[in-house]
């Protein structure tokens, strides 16, 4: 289990998960989510697991907003 990892994670953390994934079901990205303090989690409604072209606005306008707002946190992650 990854959990032990994941809760000792201290980074801001942005999960993205799509609520079409055949492979790993949404409540994986969930789980991810609610392991690392702080996270902050984006579904991304009818993404499957792969890149999909169709997806490639909303993943932007998930992920860009993020890495702004960090992009001058100088601290690394810790473990």
Do not use: C, W, Y
């Not at 055949?22 to 991304?44: D, F, N, W």
């Not at 499957?48 to 993943?59: C, N, S, T, W």
């Amino acid at each position: 289990s990854r959990v032990e990892l994941l809760n000792r994670l201290q980074v801001p953390t942005l999960v993205v998960h799509g609520t079409a994934d055949p492979l790993l079901p949404v409540m994986h990205g969930v789980h991810v989510a609610v392991h690392i303090k702080g996270s902050e989690l984006k579904l991304i409604p009818g993404l499957a697991h792969r890149f999909q072209e169709a997806f490639k606005e909303p993943l932007l306008a998930a992920v860009l907003p993020h890495l702004q707002a960090h992009r001058k946190d100088a601290h690394m992650a810790q473990l």
